[in-house]
């Protein structure tokens, strides 16, 4: 028989955290928002729903964001 080890939850989910900051497709402010509250022990659908609503209206209120609309 063949001891392999199974990952657990945590480390599968830091894998993929950490291969998900190497991709530059995505938002790099999302991913360490993730990332941070993984890390902190905070990763749940409430503060993740939060983190990026605050994210979301941090970057609709950005003045250089503004006007930017071809009305």
Known sequence: MINKK???AAEVV???LIEQAK???LDP???RTVAKL???GKLTK???LRQLEALREAT???PAT???DND
Do not use: K, M
């Open 66 to 68: 503004e006007g930017s």
């Open 6 to 8: 199974i990952p657990t």
């Open 29 to 31: 402010d999302t991913v």
């Open 38 to 40: 993984r890390d902190e």
């Open 23 to 25: 991709d530059e497709d």
């Open 14 to 16: 830091s894998t993929f």
């Open 60 to 62: 609709t209120d950005d």
């Open 46 to 48: 409430t503060n993740l």
